[in-house]
Structures are given as structure tokens and as C-alpha cells.
């Protein structure tokens, strides 16, 4: 199956301070990624969409100067999580699919601890 | 909008028996996609199997297989022959067809295969 890899996979941050976290497809051109956000025992929150070249779909209640989201290749997305604070703690998942494709090809996640 | 439900937060079976996680979904669509995925400890996301709503036969992966009530909106999972490695959370979802939609997510359920 296609392989999406997310960096890092994990990191700590001091409040106020921003943390970017890449999501790569390494063999196959992801025109569309998709972020989610995770709580513990909790399931997949979607928070949007981007495909590649245009501006990100923010879902309903998710801050989009928070969460700043550039898709600007074909196997390359960021998530840039600005001044960052202890509540933006969480696990964090992408996910990517090819034009027209109904499967996506998740990351391992990355988890950002806010201190 | 989709709604996926999952009843069951958590479940158990014996090592080598049968287990049945059951998922329900609303929607108004004709044209969809159903799957299970799993995610284990690690939390890396992984594709059990999936469903094409347009497909009358009950999609089946080894010792995964689905019971798909298209009329009642129901998408059952069964796992025969339990083994220690499908300890994990499952995930039932909903994606709309036409492409590099978005996944729609149920709560999840927790499975422990007890020894």
C-alpha cells in the first residue's frame, strides 16, 4: 500500500511558540491530505482539507489562524500550529489520497505536548 | 450531514473465537464507501476492510468480513479466529462516493482478545 510519513513524531514546545509537523507521501502524488486531530480514547476529528494548490477547508469550530495549513506540493503537507498553548496538546493525524481515489493512506500521527 | 454510530465502546473475546463489532451510519447519499479501520497501540491507522455501497456481496479480508445491511444502514464487522495482535480500536467510517471526500468517523469501539 502508498506510504505517508509525518515529522516529527513527537514534540514538545514551550507555550506562546509555534510547531509545524509535516506529512509526506513517499510514493504517490497526494492531491488531496486531510488533518485530524486526536484526544486520548477518543476518536478522528477531522479538522480540514486541503488539496494541493488551493487554500485548506477548515471544518466547523477549528480556528484557521490557529491552525495554519499549506499544501503547496503533490507529496507535501504542513500543519503549523501558531503560539501554540497547553490545550492544543493532542495527537495529531494525516492522511492522504490520490485524484479521484476513495482510500486514504494515513501518517503514523504526531504528538504535540504544550508546556 | 453523514452520522456514523458505534454502540459499543468496548468489547472482548477469547484468543481463537468470534467477535461481531456493530456500526450503524445515516445518510442520504445513493453513492458511498463504508470501512473498518484499526488502530492499535501504536495508533497508526490501518485499513481493515472496506465495503463499496453499490456491491451487493459482503466484502471479506482472511478472518475479516462484514455483514453490509445497505436497507437498514448497518455495517457490521466480524473477526473469526481472535488473535492477541487484534487487540486495538476499531473505527467504523463513512466516506461519500466521488472521490478524495472526506472520512466520516464513529466513536470507536475497544476490542481486547483475551488469552
Known amino acids: 500500500g502508498a506510504v505517508v510519513s509525518q515529522h516529527p513524531s513527537w514534540v514538545i514546545c514551550k507555550s506562546g511558540t509555534s510547531v509545524k509537523i509535516e506529512c509526506r507521501s513517499l510514493?504517490?502524488?497526494?492531491?488531496?491530505m486531510f488533518w485530524y486531530r486526536q484526544f486520548p480514547k477518543q476518536s478522528l476529528m477531522l479538522m480540514a482539507t486541503?488539496?494541493?494548490?488551493?487554500?485548506?477547508?477548515?471544518e466547523q469550530g477549528v480556528e484557521k489562524d490557529k491552525f495554519l495549513i499549506n499544501h503547496a506540493s503533490l507529496t507535501l503537507s504542513t500543519l503549523t500550529v501558531t503560539s501554540a498553548h497547553p490545550e492544543d496538546s493532542s495527537f495529531y493525524i494525516c492522511s492522504a489520497s490520490s485524484s479521484g481515489g476513495y482510500e486514504q493512506f494515513f501518517g503514523p500521527g504526531t504528538r504535540l505536548t504544550v508546556l | 450531514a453523514q452520522t456514523v454510530t458505534q454502540s459499543q465502546p468496548e468489547m472482548s473475546v477469547q484468543e481463537a473465537e468470534t467477535v461481531t463489532l456493530s456500526c450503524t451510519y445515516d445518510t442520504s447519499e445513493n453513492n458511498y464507501y463504508l470501512f473498518w479501520y484499526k488502530q492499535p497501540p501504536s495508533r497508526q491507522m490501518i485499513l481493515v476492510i472496506r465495503?463499496?455501497?453499490?456491491?451487493?456481496q459482503n466484502a471479506t479480508e482472511n478472518r475479516f468480513s462484514v455483514n453490509f445491511q445497505k436497507a437498514a444502514k448497518s455495517f457490521s464487522l466480524k473477526i473469526s479466529d481472535s488473535q492477541l495482535g487484534d487487540t486495538a480500536m476499531y473505527f467504523c467510517a463513512f466516506m461519500k462516493g466521488g472521490g478524495s471526500e472526506k472520512l466520516v468517523f464513529g466513536k470507536g469501539t475497544k476490542l481486547t482478545v483475551n488469552p
Open positions: 486541503s488539496n494541493e494548490g488551493s487554500k485548506a477547508t477548515y
Open positions: 510514493d504517490f502524488q497526494a492531491t488531496t
Open positions: 465495503q463499496e455501497a453499490y456491491k451487493q
